[in-house]
T-cell receptor
Framework: ETGVTQTPRHLVMGMTNKKSLKCEQH?????MYWYKQSAKKPLELMFV???????ENNSVPSRFSPECPNSSHLFLHLHTLQPEDSALYLC??????????????FGAGTRLSVL | AQKITQTQPGMFVQEKEAVTLDCTYD???????LFWYKQPSSGEMIFLIY??????QNATEGRYSLNFQKARKSANLVISASQLGDSAMYFC??????????????FGKGTKLTVNP
C-alpha cells in the first residue's frame, strides 16, 4: 500500500532553524504514529494520535512538537534540534489504536540531517 | 516488556532460491501479534505478513510465509523463489501496548537481505 505520503523526503536544517514534517494518509484510518529510525538502533515510537487526540508521548523532548488537525494529517514541528536528532522519521497509520490485526502502514519517511 | 531479536545482520541468497530470516520474541502476554516489514533503500516500511498468537495456521502471503513456532517463541520469515527486488532490510515486529494504553510496534534490529543474480 502506498497510502501514506510524507514530505519532504529529505531535510537539512541548522540547529536554530524551525521546520515541519508532514504526513498524510489516504486510507481512512483513525490512528497515526510518528517513529524515529536512527542508525544502528531499532525503530522507536515517538507519538500516537487516535481520532485526532494524542494518546502517547514516548518521553520525546519538547523540541519535537506534533500536531494532528484531523485524522488524515499529522505534522511534526521541529525547533532547536541537536545533531543527534538526525534520523529517518517515519509516519504510520492504522485503522485504530488497538485490535488483533491492527496493521500499521508506513510512509517513505523524511531523512533529516541536523548540522 | 516485549522484545524482538533478529540474530542475522546480513543474509545472502541466490536468485530463485528460498531463504529464511530468523526472528525470536519475548513477551508475557497470552495474546499477541507478530509482523514482518520490508524496507528497501528508499526508506518506506512495507508490510508483508501478520501472524496472530492464536492463529492455528502459519500465515502465508504469496511468496512470503511465516514459520510460527509458539513454544520456541520464534516467527521466522520464509521467502520462496527469491527475486532481485527482494534485496532490502527486513524487520520483525511485535504489537505492544504503551503505558497510555495505545498500540505500538516493537521492532528488531533488522536483517539485510541481498539477492544475488
Amino acid at each position: 500500500e502506498t497510502g501514506v505520503t510524507q514530505t519532504p523526503r529529505h531535510l537539512v536544517m541548522g540547529m536554530t532553524n524551525k521546520k515541519s514534517l508532514k504526513c498524510e494518509q489516504h486510507l481512512g484510518h483513525n490512528a497515526m504514529y510518528w517513529y524515529k529510525q536512527s542508525a544502528k538502533k531499532p525503530l522507536e515510537l515517538m507519538f500516537v494520535y487516535n481520532f485526532k487526540e494524542q494518546t502517547e508521548n514516548n518521553s520525546v523532548p519538547s523540541r519535537f512538537s506534533p500536531e494532528c488537525p484531523n485524522s488524515s494529517h499529522l505534522f511534526l514541528h521541529l525547533h532547536t534540534l541537536q545533531p543527534e536528532d538526525s534520523a529517518l522519521y517515519l509516519c504510520a497509520s492504522s485503522q485504530d489504536s488497538g485490535g488483533s490485526k491492527n496493521i500499521q502502514y508506513f510512509g517513505a519517511g523524511t531523512r533529516l540531517s541536523v548540522l | 516488556a516485549q522484545k524482538i531479536t533478529q540474530t542475522q545482520p546480513g543474509m545472502f541468497v541466490q536468485e530463485k532460491e528460498a531463504v529464511t530470516l530468523d526472528c525470536t520474541y519475548d513477551t508475557s502476554d497470552q495474546s499477541y501479534g507478530l509482523f514482518w516489514y520490508k524496507q528497501p533503500s528508499s526508506g518506506e516500511m512495507i508490510f508483508l505478513i501478520y501472524q496472530g498468537s492464536y492463529d492455528e495456521q502459519n500465515a502465508t502471503e504469496g511468496r512470503y510465509s511465516l514459520n510460527f513456532q509458539k513454544a520456541r517463541k520464534s516467527a521466522n520469515l520464509v521467502i520462496s523463489a527469491s527475486q532481485l527486488g527482494d534485496s532490502a532490510m527486513y524487520f520483525c515486529a511485535m504489537r505492544a501496548l504503551t503505558q497510555g494504553g495505545s498500540e505500538k510496534l516493537v521492532f528488531g534490529k533488522g536483517t539485510k537481505l541481498t539477492v544475488n543474480p
